[in-house]
């Protein structure tokens, strides 16, 4: 389970009879409505550029925790059914596992018992479960006007240049226009050669109140990261100024302190909005790394398991040449449930500490 008062995990498999999540903790009373949930998990299917064909519908059923349309503080459990499934594929490559993916290190976790079909619990499937968490935790969020964005930062060695603005006002996954088309334009070269491409996505949330999170497990970093890195595909995650932070001085580097409207704020946000594991009121930056799809359609090398033996492996199937767009949703889904079981938390203490004064 991830989270601490507000909870979620996830279960199914690409090719089984659903994927779905169960969340638990959630505030009763708060209005449900699937076509929302719907919206957010067509924002999953990405580009026709970058996305294998599989098309899932994606009705969500809800079997728990709702009634008349609001939460009711029980359990809720949602599901997703799997229509668009083509299996037969995988019985020819169950002992030949794809370079780059978790085929290998599945089948040893689980004693080769694994479902392998659609690479199982390890596809990118369960990411639209993680997408229904997002709605729910989206919800939380909203009542105290705390926003969460993400675009695609950068696809290959295309940039994406974009203000804050920009991107809260912006429908697009990647609001620079130009750097849009030619990271589309990029994609399709690399999928016409049959290879796969990796990038970057930026994830921001505005309206978060100083004092979320704190030191050593409670740290929002670390919080955030874990989520992130939940996320098939993840390879690398940086906040603020992030690895830049290797190159500056103090003096480039520390965000200067400033009273506006009375507010504290800081003049620049290098620190991308967290200080000592703990938020400090300025927005939150996260980028994240997505490696290139593993599974590709040029002859790569790998073994055959029964045999020990090296083969070749040439993949047929239905793949994605980019995860990047199709993840855009998913980062924000997670930050967006990571942020609200924060701000229950920290809801908590503020209560405990008002009763006190
Ligand atoms: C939204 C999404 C879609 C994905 N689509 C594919 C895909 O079509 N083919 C593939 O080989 N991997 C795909 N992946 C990545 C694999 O699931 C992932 O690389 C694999 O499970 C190994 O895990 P790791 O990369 O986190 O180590 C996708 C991941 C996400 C998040």
Redesign the pocket.
């Known amino acids: 389970m991830m989270g601490k008062l507000l909870r979620f995990s996830i279960f199914g498999e690409s090719h089984g009879k659903v994927v779905g999540c169960l969340i638990e903790g959630m505030p009763p009373g708060i209005r449900v409505d699937t076509t929302e949930i719907k919206k957010d998990l067509e924002r999953r299917w990405g580009i026709r550029e970058s996305s294998?064909s599989r098309r899932e519908e994606d009705t969500p059923e809800i079997l728990s925790g709702v009634f008349r349309a609001h939460t009711t503080g029980a359990p809720i459990a949602i599901v997703l059914k799997n229509r668009d499934a083509k299996s037969s594929y995988y019985e020819e490559i169950k002992y030949t596992p794809?370079p780059g993916?978790?085929d290998y290190t599945a089948s040893v976790r689980y004693f080769g018992y694994n479902d392998y079909r659609g690479?199982g619990f390890?596809?990118?499937r369960l990411?639209a479960a993680m997408v229904v968490a997002g709605y729910f935790a989206r919800k939380v969020l909203e009542r105290e006007g705390v926003r969460v964005r993400g675009y695609i930062k950068r696809i290959g060695d295309i940039e994406a240049n974009v203000s804050l603005e920009n991107l809260f006002s912006s429908a697009l996954l990647c609001p620079d226009e130009e750097a849009w088309e030619k990271m589309k334009r990029r994609i399709e070269e690399i999928r016409k050669e049959g290879d796969s491409i990796g990038g970057i996505v930026e994830s921001v949330a505005i309206g978060v109140p100083a004092g979320l999170g704190g030191p050593f497990d409670d740290d929002l970093e670390g919080e955030l990261s874990r989520a992130f890195f939940a996320?098939?595909?993840?390879k690398g995650v940086e906040f603020g100024a992030g690895f830049r932070f290797s190159v500056m001085k103090g003096s480039e580097a520390n965000d200067n302190l400033i009273v506006r409207n009375g507010k504290l704020e800081t003049n620049e946000n290098n620190m991308g909005g967290i200080l000592g594991g703990i938020s400090n009121g300025m927005p939150i930056v996260a980028r994240v790394v997505f490696?290139p799809?593993?599974?590709i359609y040029k002859e790569q090398k790998t073994v055959d398991l029964r045999r020990m033996e090296n083969v070749s492996l040439k993949l047929r199937g239905r793949?994605?040449t980019c995860?990047v767009p199709?993840?855009v949703v998913?980062i924000e889904s997670m930050m967006a449930f990571v942020l609200a079981d924060h701000l229950l938390r920290r809801y908590s203490y503020l209560y405990f500490m008002n009763d006190k004064i």
């Open positions: 294998s794809r993916h978790s690479g390890f596809s990118g990411t996320i098939h595909g993840v490696k799809t593993p599974s793949f994605d995860i199709k993840a998913v």
